[in-house]
């Protein structure tokens, strides 16, 4: 089965030695998206919901990339610096999937990557 990897420079470039997306038959994984500026590599907001609206960009830049969108999202994994985010976080993280959501993990963590409040990873199915 041929694996293809994805990059765009609509998303924000690796920080560490992974890549953006792989495509294993029907499906794409994405590794987790924090909220960066694809062209300056900076942090954008300093709130959930300004930090969690670029987190989502993020990853549709790189379901289009794949061919794909929010609604073949089949899981995601969410976390969070801090669950007393968990209501602003999911008002921004339900815009971008409509009405159809997808499974979902959500946990609390320690600390993310340059100290910011959200990282979201997804699967999408890409099959017919």
């Known amino acids: 089965m041929p694996i293809k990897t994805i990059a765009t420079d609509q998303a924000p470039g690796a920080i560490g030695p992974y890549v953006q997306g792989k495509i294993v038959g029907d499906f794409l994984f994405a590794s987790g998206q924090i909220p960066l500026d694809p062209k300056t590599g900076n942090i954008v907001g300093e709130t959930i919901t300004e930090q969690t609206q670029q987190v989502m960009k993020n990853v549709g830049a790189i379901l289009a990339e794949a061919g794909t969108d929010f ?58």
Request: charged residues 20%; contains cysteine; hydrophobic residues 45%.
């Open 71 to 128: 609604n073949h999202v089949v899981k995601t994994t969410c976390f969070l610096s801090d669950m007393t985010n968990f209501v602003p976080f999911n008002t921004e993280y339900a815009k971008a999937f409509g009405v159809e959501f997808p499974a979902r993990s959500a946990v609390e963590v320690a600390r993310l990557p340059k100290d910011v409040l959200v990282e979201v990873e997804v699967i999408a199915y890409l099959g017919k």
